[in-house]
């Protein structure tokens, strides 16, 4: 079974600051994806950032980046320039490539960005 | 274009008493996906269905929950009776399975509350 771990339950990180979110993972498998989800106070998830593990250059997407370890099965987030509308609860997941779409979430890391 | 659509967006009953929940996916995502997630946890899948057919529903307690999809699209959830313990809010979110890249998009969810 996939298991995916968020040791961070709550991070806090100054308005234009950087902080990293920490993600690690389980899995006997070679190909899959990882994400991360962001999900604010109206409860609505969105994507951030996606990462094929056959691709070893790392994401990008803007102020959002990731870490991707595949040895160390370890996928975290950094958050660049933190603004007030990050603040939100950041979820990792993880999807096998053969399993059609089935998700594996952590149990979130709540950041707030302070003023 | 429109985004994952559910309805009500709250709802409160007493334990014992029927509750469904509708959503309708974003238009030609062919994977529809109902989760739980409870407070301060990640989403649990319950189900999820490849057009019509229910292809993973091992973690639906079937004595209480049902859930359809009748010609592929939109979605119906339904708890009877339900328990204290239901109240969660209920997601449901959709996919394109093609050849990639897989996210899933989420609606606003149902917040559930159970007297």
């Known amino acids: 079974a996939q298991t995916v771990t968020q040791s961070q339950p709550e991070m806090s990180v100054q308005e234009a600051e950087t902080v990293t979110l920490s993600c690690t993972y389980d899995t006997s498998e070679n190909n899959y994806y990882l994400f991360w989800y962001k999900q604010p106070p109206s409860r609505q998830m969105i994507l951030v950032i996606r990462q094929e593990a056959y691709k070893q250059q790392n994401a990008t997407e803007n102020r959002f980046s990731v870490n991707f370890q595949k040895a160390a099965k370890s996928f975290s987030l950094k958050i660049s320039d933190s603004q007030l509308g990050d603040t939100a609860m950041y979820f990792c997941?993880?999807?096998?490539?053969?399993?059609?779409?089935?998700?594996?979430f952590g149990t979130g890391t709540s950041l707030t960005v302070i003023p | 274009e429109a985004g994952v659509v559910q309805s009500p967006r709250y709802k409160i009953i007493e334990k014992k008493q029927p509750v469904a929940f509708w959503c309708n996916p974003i238009?030609?995502?062919?994977?529809l996906y109902w989760y739980r997630q409870n407070l301060g946890q990640g989403p649990e899948l319950l189900i999820r269905y490849e057009n019509e057919e229910a292809v993973d529903d091992s973690q639906l307690p079937k004595d209480r929950f049902s859930a359809e999809r009748l010609k592929g699209v939109d979605s119906t959830l339904k708890i009877q009776p339900a328990e204290l313990g239901d109240s969660a809010v209920y997601l449901c979110?959709?996919?394109?399975?093609?050849?990639?890249?897989?996210?899933?998009?989420f609606g606003p969810g149902t917040r559930l509350t159970v007297t």
């Open positions: 979110a959709s996919s394109f399975r093609g050849t990639g890249p897989y996210e899933q998009y």
């Open positions: 997941a993880f999807m096998k490539s053969n399993t059609g779409n089935q998700f594996y």
């Open positions: 238009s030609g995502h062919n994977t």
